[in-house]
C-alpha cells in the first residue's frame, strides 16, 4: 500500500493513473477543492490533521508515501487542528517562512520520526521526466545560450532558502526571477510587444531542494505563456525536472520556432 500525497497541479492526476494499475494505495487530498473525493480511496484532510494523517496511513499499513503537486502555505490561524497538529504545528509554521517546499520538507521529517518513508514523487512515471538533450526542432544559438548561461549563474547565487526555481533573461539581462506566485505569473509580468522568439525561461531546483518532491514542473500551459512572453525557449535541468503533456509541448515548440532545451 502506498500513501499518495497530493497537492495542486495537474501531476498528481498523471501519477494516480499509473499507480492505480500497478499497486494498491490511497490518497491524503491536500487539495482546496478536494479534487480527488470522487476517488472512494481518498481522504480530504486538513494540512493541522496530522493525528488523523498518520492514524490513516498506519491503519492502511501504508510504510510508504509520494508527494505530489503544490501545498501552498495556509493560513495557520484557520487550520483545523487536531492533538499531533498541536504538536507539530510550530515546525510547520517555522518552516513555512522559508518558502513553500520547505512545508513539504518539515512534513516529510514528521513521517520520517513516524517511521513513514517518503519516496520520490516520479517513482512510478519516470517517463515524465527529461535527460540531457536538444527536444525541439530549434536549437539554441550563440544568443542564446548567452542568455542561457546568464541565467543559469543567476539562480545559483540565490540563497539556499528561497522561492524561485526560474528565472528569464533576455539580451543577457535579467528580466524576471520567479517569486512566491510562481512560474505562470513571473511570466505575466514579461509580457512584451516589443520582442518575439527573444530570451529564455530557465528552471532549476532550488539549492539544497530534497530531489524527491517539488521538482520544476513545465506543460503546455508554460510553453504557452513562454509565447505570450516573446521568449524562445525553456531550459531544464537533466532528470531534475516533471515535463508534462510532452508530445504536445514538444509539438507546440517547432510550430511555434522555439527551443526546448535539457542541460
Same mark, same amino acid.
Not at 481522504?43 to 493525528?51: A, C, D, E, K, P
Not at 528565472?167 to 518575439?196: H, Y
Given at each position: ?11 498528481? #492526476? ?12 490511497l490518497? !491524503?487530498?491536500?487539495?482546496?477543492? @478536494?479534487? =480527488? ?7 480530504s484532510?486538513?494540512?493541522?490533521? *496530522?493525528?488523523?494523517?498518520?492514524? &490513516? ?5 501504508c510504510?510508504?508515501?509520494? *508527494?505530489a503537486?503544490?501545498?501552498k502555505?495556509?493560513? *495557520? ?6 492533538? +499531533? ?10 518552516s513555512s517562512?522559508?518558502?513553500?517546499a ?7 521529517? !514528521? *513521517?520520517?520520526? $513516524? ?7 516520479? =517513482? =512510478?512515471n ?5 535527460k ?5 526542432? &530549434?536549437?539554441?544559438?550563440? $544568443?542564446?545560450?548567452?542568455d542561457i548561461?546568464?541565467? !543559469? +549563474? ?5 540563497r +539556499?532558502?528561497?522561492?524561485?526555481? %526560474?528565472? /528569464?533573461?533576455?539580451n543577457?539581462? /535579467?528580466?524576471?526571477i520567479e517569486?512566491? %506566485?510562481?512560474?505562470?505569473?513571473m511570466? #505575466?509580468?514579461?509580457?512584451?510587444? @516589443?520582442?518575439?522568439? @527573444? %530570451? /529564455? ?8 531542494q ?7 514542473t /513545465? ?5 504557452k505563456?513562454?509565447k ?6 525553456i531550459?531544464?535541468?537533466n ?5 508534462? $503533456?510532452?508530445?504536445?509541448? !514538444?509539438?507546440?515548440?517547432n510550430?511555434? #520556432?522555439?527551443?526546448?532545451?535539457v542541460?
Amino acid at each position: 500500500m502506498i500513501g499518495l500525497i497530493f497537492g495542486e497541479t495537474d501531476f498528481p #492526476k498523471q501519477i494516480l493513473k499509473k499507480v492505480k494499475s500497478k499497486k494498491r494505495y490511497l490518497i !491524503i487530498d491536500l487539495t482546496k477543492r @478536494k479534487t =480527488f473525493k470522487k476517488d472512494k480511496n481518498s481522504y480530504s484532510v486538513s494540512l493541522g490533521q *496530522f493525528g488523523k494523517i498518520i492514524k &490513516i496511513l498506519k491503519e492502511k499499513k501504508c510504510k510508504k508515501v509520494l *508527494f505530489a503537486g503544490k501545498v501552498k502555505k495556509p493560513g *495557520f490561524s484557520k487550520l483545523r487542528l487536531d492533538l +499531533k497538529g498541536l504538536y507539530y504545528i510550530p515546525r510547520i509554521i517555522k518552516s513555512s517562512k522559508l518558502g513553500d517546499a520547505s512545508i513539504l520538507k518539515e512534513i516529510i521529517n !514528521i *513521517f520520517k520520526k $513516524e517511521r513513514i518513508t517518503t519516496i520520490s514523487s516520479l =517513482f =512510478f512515471n519516470p517517463e515524465l521526466t527529461l535527460k540531457k538533450g536538444n527536444y525541439s526542432k &530549434i536549437k539554441p544559438n550563440r $544568443e542564446d545560450k548567452i542568455d542561457i548561461h546568464q541565467a !543559469i +549563474k543567476t539562480l545559483s547565487r540565490l540563497r +539556499k532558502y528561497t522561492f524561485s526555481q %526560474g528565472t /528569464v533573461v533576455r539580451n543577457e539581462k /535579467v528580466i524576471a526571477i520567479e517569486g512566491k %506566485g510562481g512560474t505562470q505569473k513571473m511570466l #505575466k509580468r514579461c509580457k512584451s510587444k @516589443k520582442f518575439k522568439n @527573444k %530570451g /529564455v525561461l530557465v528552471k532549476l531546483p532550488k539549492k539544497g531542494q530534497d530531489l524527491r518532491i517539488d521538482l520544476p514542473t /513545465v506543460g503546455l500551459r508554460t510553453l504557452k505563456q513562454c509565447k505570450l512572453a516573446g521568449l524562445k525557449g525553456i531550459v531544464l535541468k537533466n532528470k531534475q525536472n516533471v515535463f508534462l $503533456e510532452k508530445n504536445k509541448c !514538444i509539438s507546440f515548440a517547432n510550430k511555434n #520556432k522555439m527551443f526546448i532545451k535539457v542541460k
